[in-house]
């Protein structure tokens, strides 16, 4: 949630990195090479990446299977009934079209169970690759390698409908509030530089603790990422409204993405990214959101 979602969960990859990304698994151009030398090299190199990406047959951390993470709960709309392995909800459906072009069909994933900071902090990782809202940020990059994003998000306001913040249009009319988000995430990154209330924003170590708060009036407002936003007010406090979007990345000017999340150094990250934006580029990713995310522009953009 970006990160921070109420878990949203950070940042941005920008489209040059996107292709960077995708670059780390193609062969090199050798167009100024001259000669037969220059023609084995760029066979060479075409070989070692296919071998590298080989469908299938990835170093995965347990051979034959690639192993997915999330954090639990793993929260609609992104999940559905708090079941990873199910397919149903944006995420999961995403992580599955994502190892079947790796070349893992259903049977030969598996799930472990992440919570999201373990996910984007230093150290030996149990996943393969980590799916769970998390925002693409130049921090995060210094201990973690990241996918392509394979989804633009913006970070919403979410209040009780008879609050007296349900009618603000701006940032500034937040100023009073106390506001709570998922610690970790883009919401609490946003809540803190770009509102920047009076008060303190209320750290929460779950989304689910954060909604609880606003429904018992313990905040004002909370700040997640709009599907979760959408689910909020749907389904856990149907009392509540999405007060408006931020535009992009509030904190940064930039598109703020989602990616999937790997070790640092990670032997897969270029096959994952080169996936991901196969995903992108023939449309799976537009018609996967459509079918399980709500429209981003049935909410007011704050000014």
Same mark, same amino acid.
């Given at each position: 949630?970006?990160?921070?979602?109420?878990?949203?969960?950070?940042?941005?990859?920008?489209?040059?990195?996107?292709?960077?990304?995708?670059?780390?698994?193609?062969?090199?151009?050798?167009?100024?090479? /001259?000669?037969?030398?220059?023609?084995?090299?760029?066979?060479?190199?075409?070989?070692?990446?296919?071998?590298?990406?080989?469908?299938?047959?990835?170093?995965?951390?347990?051979?034959?299977?690639?192993?997915?993470?999330? %954090?639990?709960?793993?929260?609609?709309?992104?999940?559905?009934?708090?079941?990873?392995?199910?397919?149903?909800?944006?995420?999961?459906?995403?992580?599955?079209?994502?190892? %079947?072009?790796?070349?893992?069909?259903?049977?030969?994933?598996?799930?472990?169970?992440?919570?999201?900071?373990?996910?984007?902090?230093?150290?030996?990782?149990?996943?393969?690759?980590?799916?769970?809202?998390?925002?693409?940020?130049?921090?995060?990059?210094?201990?973690?390698?990241?996918?392509?994003?394979?989804?633009?998000?913006?970070?919403?306001?979410?209040?009780?409908?008879?609050?007296?913040?349900?009618?603000?249009?701006?940032?500034?009319?937040?100023?009073?509030?106390?506001?709570?988000?998922?610690?970790? /995430?883009?919401?609490?990154?946003?809540?803190?530089? *770009?509102?920047?209330?009076?008060?303190?924003?209320?750290?929460?170590?779950?989304?689910?603790?954060?909604?609880?708060?606003?429904?018992?009036?313990?905040?004002?407002?909370?700040?997640?990422?709009?599907? /979760?936003?959408?689910?909020?007010?749907?389904?856990? *406090?149907?009392?509540?409204? *999405? *007060?408006?979007?931020?535009?992009?990345?509030?904190?940064?000017?930039?598109?703020?993405?989602?990616?999937?999340?790997?070790?640092?150094?990670?032997?897969?990250?270029?096959?994952?990214?080169?996936?991901?934006?196969?995903?992108?580029?023939?449309?799976?990713?537009?018609?996967?959101?459509?079918?399980?995310?709500?429209?981003? %522009?049935?909410?007011?953009?704050?000014?």
């Amino acid at each position: 949630m970006t990160t921070t979602t109420g878990r949203t969960r950070v940042a941005v990859l920008s489209a040059g990195a996107a292709l960077l990304a995708l670059a780390g698994c193609a062969p090199q151009a050798t167009s100024s090479q /001259t000669g037969a030398s220059a023609t084995a090299s760029g066979s060479a190199s075409g070989s070692a990446a296919a071998a590298a990406c080989a469908k299938g047959a990835l170093q995965t951390a347990t051979a034959g299977t690639l192993t997915i993470g999330t %954090d639990n709960p793993a929260y609609d709309p992104w999940f559905q009934d708090n079941k990873p392995a199910n397919g149903k909800g944006f995420e999961s459906a995403v992580a599955y079209a994502v190892a %079947d072009r790796l070349g893992y069909p259903q049977g030969k994933v598996s799930w472990a169970v992440v919570p999201f900071n373990n996910a984007v902090t230093p150290g030996v990782k149990k996943f393969d690759f980590d799916i769970n809202q998390v925002s693409i940020s130049d921090e995060r990059k210094k201990a973690v390698d990241f996918s392509s994003g394979y989804y633009d998000v913006r970070q919403a306001v979410v209040t009780l409908a008879n609050s007296k913040y349900a009618g603000i249009t701006d940032a500034a009319g937040l100023k009073g509030a106390k506001i709570g988000a998922q610690v970790g /995430t883009t919401g609490l990154t946003v809540a803190t530089d *770009v509102v920047k209330p009076s008060t303190q924003p209320a750290v929460y170590e779950t989304t689910d603790l954060a909604v609880a708060a606003l429904k018992n009036r313990q905040v004002d407002a909370i700040v997640v990422d709009l599907p /979760t936003a959408f689910y909020v007010t749907s389904v856990q *406090v149907p009392s509540a409204k *999405v *007060v408006g979007q931020f535009p992009a990345d509030a904190a940064t000017g930039s598109a703020e993405q989602f990616g999937l999340v790997l070790s640092k150094g990670s032997a897969l990250t270029s096959c994952v990214s080169q996936a991901v934006d196969s995903l992108r580029t023939d449309g799976t990713l537009d018609r996967l959101a459509k079918q399980w995310l709500p429209a981003s %522009d049935t909410a007011p953009v704050l000014k």
